[in-house]
C-alpha cells in the first residue's frame, strides 16, 4: 500500500519560518519526482516545488529565495523549508510523488503525480 504522510505544518508569524516533511512508503522513492502543492481557501490548489534530483529542483516564483525543497532517499523523504513566511503562503500544504515520464516533464501540473498526501495546514498570521 503506497502512503505519503506529511507532517511539520502550524502556526507562525510573518517573517517566521517551518519545516514541512513527507515519507514515502510502499514505492522505490528514488525512483519518484516528488512535489510540493498548496491550496488556499477558496483557491485551486496550485505547485509548489518539486524535486527530481539534488541538482534538480523547481519552484513557483512567489516562493524562490524563501522555500528550499530536498530529499533525502535513504530516508524515503522529502522536506520544504518554509523561511520568510507571508500570510499568503496560509494554506493546506501537500506532497505528492509521481514516476511517469510525463511525472518529470509535467512536474509543475498535479495530474504528472500517482500519490498524495492528506494535506497539512500551514498558517501564517500578519
Known amino acids: 500500500q503506497v502512503q505519503l504522510v506529511e507532517s511539520g505544518g502550524g502556526l507562525v508569524q510573518a517573517g517566521g519560518s517551518l519545516s514541512l516533511s513527507c515519507v514515502l512508503s510502499?514505492?522505490?522513492?528514488?525512483?519518484?519526482?516528488m512535489g510540493w502543492f498548496r491550496q488556499a481557501p477558496g483557491k485551486e490548489r496550485e505547485f509548489v516545488a518539486a524535486?527530481?534530483?539534488?541538482?534538480?529542483?523547481y519552484y513557483k516564483n512567489s516562493v524562490k529565495g524563501r522555500f528550499t525543497i530536498s530529499r533525502d532517499n535513504a530516508k524515503n523523504t522529502v522536506y520544504l523549508q518554509m523561511n520568510v513566511l507571508r500570510p499568503e503562503d496560509t494554506a493546506v500544504y501537500y506532497c505528492a510523488a509521481g514516476r511517469r515520464p510525463d511525472s518529470y516533464s509535467y512536474y509543475y501540473q498535479e495530474a504528472a503525480y500517482d500519490y498524495w498526501g492528506q494535506g497539512t495546514q500551514v498558517t501564517v498570521s500578519s
Open positions: 510502499g514505492r522505490a522513492f528514488s525512483s519518484h519526482v
Open positions: 524535486v527530481k534530483s539534488a541538482e534538480r529542483t
